[in-house]
C-alpha cells in the first residue's frame, strides 16, 4: 500500500509543481490601478493549475497504458479509489493554502483574516477547488484522455444564475 501512495505522489509531482507556479502569480504580477483585474488573473491562474492538477490524477494512467494493471490487481476499486483521490485531494489542499497565503499578502488593503475570509477570492478559490476536484476527475474517467478532460473540463462554461 504504501508503494501505490508514494506512487501517487510521485506521479502527481509535475503537476502540483505547475499549479504552486500558476497559484502563485500574484508574487511576480502585483495589482496596478485595477485590482480587480488582477484577482481575475490569480483566479484563472489558479483554475488552470487546480484543473491540471485533478485531471493528471488518472490522466496519466490513461496516458501511459497502466489503468489496466492498476485494475488488476487483487485490491478493491474503492480502495483504489481512495488513494488517488486522496492523494489528489491533499495536493490540491496545498495548493489552495499557498494560493490564500500569496493572495491574502498582495491584497495589502486587508488588515485581518477575517476581512479577507470575507473577501470573495476566498470563497471562490475553494470552489474551484471543489470543483475542479470533482470535475477533473470526473471527466478524465468519463473520456480516459487526458488532454480532452482538461479542455473540457476549463472551457465549458457553467451557469452561475
Known amino acids: 500500500m504504501e508503494r501505490r501512495i508514494r506512487k501517487e505522489f510521485r506521479v502527481l509531482l509535475a ?26 488573473l490569480w ?23 497502466t489503468i489496466r494493471t492498476l485494475l488488476g490487481q487483487p485490491i478493491s476499486r474503492s480502495r483504489l479509489w481512495l488513494e488517488k483521490a486522496g492523494a489528489l485531494g491533499l495536493a490540491m489542499a496545498g495548493v489552495l493554502l ?16 477575517s476581512g479577507y475570509l470575507a473577501q470573495p477570492v476566498a470563497s471562490v478559490g475553494l470552489l474551484v ?9 470526473c471527466l478524465t474517467l468519463l473520456l480516459r484522455q487526458m488532454i480532452a478532460a482538461f479542455w473540457m473540463a476549463s472551457c465549458c462554461p457553467s451557469r452561475w444564475d
Open 15 to 40: 503537476p502540483w509543481l505547475l499549479a504552486l507556479l500558476l497559484a502563485t502569480t500574484a508574487l511576480w504580477w502585483r495589482p496596478g490601478t485595477d485590482e480587480n483585474a488582477a484577482v481575475v
Open 129 to 137: 477547488s471543489v470543483t475542479a476536484w470533482s470535475g477533473g476527475l
Open 98 to 113: 499557498a494560493f490564500n497565503v500569496v493572495v491574502y499578502y498582495s491584497l495589502g488593503a486587508v488588515n485581518s483574516l
Open 43 to 65: 483566479l484563472a491562474c489558479f483554475s488552470l493549475g487546480m484543473v491540471l492538477l485533478a485531471v493528471a490524477a488518472f490522466g496519466k494512467e490513461f496516458s501511459h497504458g
